[in-house]
């Protein structure tokens, strides 16, 4: 009896260790996927799932497994490690080469072979060195106002500016379009002007579709990137007002010259009194001229009552304020003391010293009607003549300022403090 039971225990031993060997068999191993840079992207011919690990798909024993391995445009492969050793590239394939690959062209394949263990592939990509690019960019950029720049395959807007590509070796023309009453000043190519008789215009081309007078600069035989910036300025051919002081129109001419009557007031009556939204208008393009530099209109908006770039701008610098927490009250008017005040302050944020000495300064007849705010600011302006009284010794302290007059003062700064 005893060897009746000894003989069943050793077979029923035997047989569990049959069926062991035969799951362990049918068990799958597992090929982990990491990407460990950016530029790329890595997967399977039979996709996968995300883990903690990384991107993860699991293949029976002895069988073979691809993995794709796919660089973005601009990127190559720079190492792959397998189970944590570099592997030579050569041992990739690549889709270009293999007539019966479904990827795209390009794509490297990394092929695990008779698997019987789990397997971890890591990849890193690396720029693609300019020689061995086949696309380059032209960054288009517009220097101040008076007119557009684009190419004839069009661009988007990037933070450099206006973008688009080429091919290496291919040609783009790009098309310089003044506005109404502006012409192109000069052309900077990869920071150097060009002779602006290297210029066609569209006038002089039968088989243009743009509107005459438009300018044409073609790169040709492109191979690296580019730049080109153009500057318009007014060729005084129109004016840009409806409606002006003749007293006033020979300082105007040359705010129009220097380009800083900001848009909102082109083409409109500036006898008219002057509003704060006006004025920021006008300061903000005061501000950029003085310093070179474009202000930034950036932030959380702080106004319920207007929503406006120039405005949000101005409140930026520290030149403008509402007239409470939420409120701009962009349609209340300016007076005289008000716009001295924001006129000094525009050239103290450009960093001009605006410090007068009361004590020596003659003072007006209407004095008294001054704020204690409004006051410095007032003498500064009258002391260096950009804002002047308007007869019998008055300043007309709570007088409307008008548009005319803001633009008046633009030109005065502009021309005595312009670096």
């Known amino acids: 009896m005893k060897k009746k039971i000894m003989i069943l225990l050793i077979i029923t031993f035997l047989f569990m260790m049959n069926m062991s060997t035969l799951i362990a068999d049918e068990v799958p191993f597992y090929i982990t996927m990491i990407v460990n840079s950016e530029g790329g992207s890595i997967t399977s011919e039979q996709g ?25 445009e601009g990127y190559e492969i720079d190492k792959v490690l397998v189970d944590g050793n570099a592997i030579d590239l050569k041992e990739l394939v690549y889709e270009k080469d293999n007539p019966n690959g479904s990827s795209k062209d390009g794509v490297a394949i990394y092929t695990f072979k008779n698997v019987n263990k789990d397997h971890t592939i890591t990849v890193n990509y690396k720029l693609k060195s300019k020689s061995e690019e086949t696309l380059f960019y032209i960054t288009m950029i517009v220097n101040g106002e008076g007119g557009s720049i684009t190419s004839e395959q069009g661009g988007i807007n990037t933070e450099q500016g206006f973008t688009t590509h080429v091919e290496k070796g291919k040609e783009l023309n790009i098309y310089l379009s003044p506005d109404e009453g502006y012409e192109i000043e000069k052309v900077l190519v990869d920071g150097k002007a060009i002779d602006l008789n290297e210029l066609v215009y569209e006038k002089d081309n039968p ?88 202000a930034i209109a950036s932030g959380n908006y702080p106004f319920i009552d ?114």
């Open 48 to 72: 996968g799932i995300n883990t903690k690990q990384g991107f993860a798909t699991h293949v029976e024993k002895g069988k073979e497994l691809n993995i794709y391995l796919s660089p973005d």
């Open 306 to 419: 207007i929503d406006d770039e120039e405005v949000l701008k101005a409140y930026n610098l520290g030149i403008t304020n509402g007239t409470s927490e939420f409120t701009f009250n962009p349609k209340a008017l300016i007076t005289r003391e008000q716009m001295a005040t924001m006129m000094t302050r525009t050239l103290t944020k450009a960093g001009i010293d605006t410090k007068v000495d009361l004590e020596k300064v003659n003072k007006f007849a209407d004095d008294g009607e001054m704020h204690d705010w409004g006051k410095e600011s007032i003498y500064y302006m009258s002391s260096i003549e950009i804002i002047k009284g308007i007869g019998n010794n008055t300043f007309n302290v709570l007088g409307n300022a008008t548009r005319e007059q803001a633009l008046l003062i633009s030109v005065r700064s502009a021309e005595k403090f312009s670096r």
């Open 207 to 294: 088989n243009a579709s743009s509107e005459d007078g438009v300018a044409i600069y073609t790169f040709k035989n492109v191979n690296k990137d580019h730049t080109i910036v153009t500057y318009y300025k007014s060729n005084n051919s129109q004016i840009s007002w409806l409606k002006a002081s003749e007293w006033a129109e020979e300082e105007l001419f040359k705010a129009e010259e220097m380009q800083i009557i900001p848009n909102r007031l082109k083409y409109s009556d500036l006898t008219d009194n002057l509003t704060r939204l006006d004025f920021a208008h006008v300061v903000v393009k005061l501000y950029e001229k003085l310093t070179g530099n474009k």
